[in-house]
């Protein structure tokens, strides 16, 4: 049962686990410093599928199936589906979900959805509306950019504080157990606006909302950042996690030290050529279920505060000149159910 | 604390109430037979904005602000905010959120959204995860003909199986009270698609998901379409309605004189010339809060089945040869909390 404290923290007082976990990538992840971490990878960004939205769809479809193979627990035994993609009426998940048979609740929360899917699922199981969820996003470089920006035919100038859609997927199988990675508290953002209308510039629009959910965790719950071991945004990338780390010290909460970023982890940025790091939802997805959850598991990493962070712009608003609203949904992942096993 | 029976339904012990609901609508829906039971209806489709997606997200935002004075609910002291749209990126919502300052769960579910954003309100303040949830939903006929079909300019011929955009939206309140509308049951859809790629025939594509989340309540709670007043569907339209009736009478289920769709019911399909009736979030939205509800409020209606139907497609998906999936989700809202009551 849920414990709310603070003004908008929830503790989830029977820490539900997460049982099961799965990432899938493409041709550039694979070339990236996470690649050995990924359960699958693909040579061939298509994944054999005639569209790049089809890809999409396939690459959600298998890491769920993955995920929900590494514990054992059949698609009829899910109770709850949450999930959501970049893709306009997030046909991503649409169309992964069409053959889940999972009662499914569809999410648009742009580059949040891992943060945001699993909120969910954490608080359906803490708060006993089901017993196993499962939280799932994706994104994919190819079908983002022809969307969002310029079809990739065209050959564009990424400008330096672009970022590059990850082509990834991650899921995650929540339900009560005994076994780490626990889930112990949420933080479900609000939206922050600070007038950002760059496009290009993603981190920034995103910071003040990062910094916004990581204050309001701090402050409900009577902690500060050296409490955890990892502070892990979700695609802030370089110019965005430089603005959170400084909005943060402003704050009163210096965190540069122990903050990291799933977009700038998932490439190497000067070897890989992305500019400002990864993006999209997929990041923060296949950097948490690749190279994170097992690290909790097996407690090499104790507390982790996870936060991807989504901007909730459309092209058709930038064009029409309105800023960009960023959200960031905060969840602390443990190694333990509470404290008094931590010590 | 919900109570799951059957396989997919979940009753909600506490019964949470609406507590505070509203519906705005713009010109055609002023024509319509409804009007008199909207709470705000704006002349001008544009609101005063300079875009139809602005006055969306104004319209939006107007009938969260005029549920939560209903009820004398402060927005500082709602918990959670589920809302969505039709638009890319869902920036009705996104926008529209942006001035609540409510913590905000974005949701895709196309027109299913009411449903789907009450469900999770209902099961928020059941399972104790919250104590005051808003709901919201909402769609244009501008903004949605130029995002799905043709630019209003271009005047294309509409095909009689067509349905029409609701400008409209609708917001509840969901907080544990004791008064009607009470909240007693959700069953949570899944994906349906028996293989429709006509995107001029939503109905037909909606209607087998619409039967397969209503047989699926029926056969969960061991009860009957005669055991209730209403079963009511989103926006199915003329077409979809009548496949939807006919299908839940070779189930077993025959249930054409109790039910009603809000599509059929927010215009006059001969007068305004709206061809299979009404669609869009906006539809099922504004009709429920602004003509059903109350109904059930002062028990002229006593048991009320909600189920707003959504077909998760997007344009590109129709493009590239998909087919249409749909999903429904339900609600039992009654105007008593219990059985034992209602005797």
């Known amino acids: 049962m849920p414990k709310k404290i603070g003004s908008k923290t929830l503790l989830l007082t029977s820490s539900p686990s997460i049982i099961g976990y799965a990432a899938v990538g493409a041709k550039k ?4 410093p996470l690649a050995d971490y990924f359960d699958y990878l693909s040579e061939d960004s298509s994944f054999g599928e005639k569209t790049w939205e089809k890809a ?8 769920i199936e993955l995920a929900l193979q590494k514990c054992s627990v059949q698609k009829t035994d899910v109770d709850f589906l949450f999930a959501g993609d970049l893709l306009n009426q997030c046909i991503g998940s649409a169309y992964a979900s069409r053959d889940m ?3 499914f ?3 648009y929360g742009a580059c949040s959805t891992m943060s945001e899917s699993l909120c969910l699922a954490a608080m359906f199981v803490d708060g006993q509306l089901a017993n196993r969820c499962v939280a799932a996003t994706s994104s994919h470089f190819c079908s983002a950019e022809r969307q969002f920006r310029f079809p990739l035919e065209y050959g564009g100038q990424r400008t330096p504080t ?5 082509t990834g997927s991650g899921a995650c199988v929540v339900a009560p157990s005994k076994q780490a990675p626990y889930l112990r508290a949420v933080t479900v953002g609000t939206v922050a606006d600070l007038g950002i209308t760059d496009i290009n510039n993603m981190g920034a629009a995103m910071a ?3 910094a916004q959910t990581l204050c309001q965790f701090f402050s409900d719950t009577s902690t500060r950042p050296e409490d955890y071991d990892l502070i892990l945004t979700g695609d802030l990338g ?4 430089r603005l959170l780390e400084r909005m943060m010290q402003a704050e009163g909460y210096p965190m540069a030290k122990l903050h990291n ?3 700038l982890m998932i490439y190497d940025r000067v070897k890989q050529d992305v500019h400002a790091g990864g993006s999209g939802c997929g990041c923060a997805a296949s950097v948490l279920c690749s190279f994170i959850l097992p690290q909790i598991a097996c407690q090499r990493l104790k507390n982790v505060l996870f936060m991807a962070t989504g901007a909730l712009m459309s092209p058709t608003s930038n064009q029409q000149g309105e800023s960009i609203p960023g959200i960031a949904h905060l969840l602390h992942i443990s190694a333990f159910p509470n404290e008094k096993e931590a010590k």
Do not use: H, I, N, R
């Open 208 to 210: 003040p909302a990062a």
């Open 56 to 63: 999409e769809t396939l690459m959600q479809k298998k890491a």
């Open 101 to 103: 048979a999972m009662p």
């Open 238 to 241: 370089f110019v965005g996690s």
């Open 162 to 166: 672009s970022q590059w859609t990850v």
């Open 105 to 107: 609740f569809g999410l």
């Open 261 to 263: 970023d799933c977009g």
């Open 29 to 32: 992840e694979k070339q990236g």
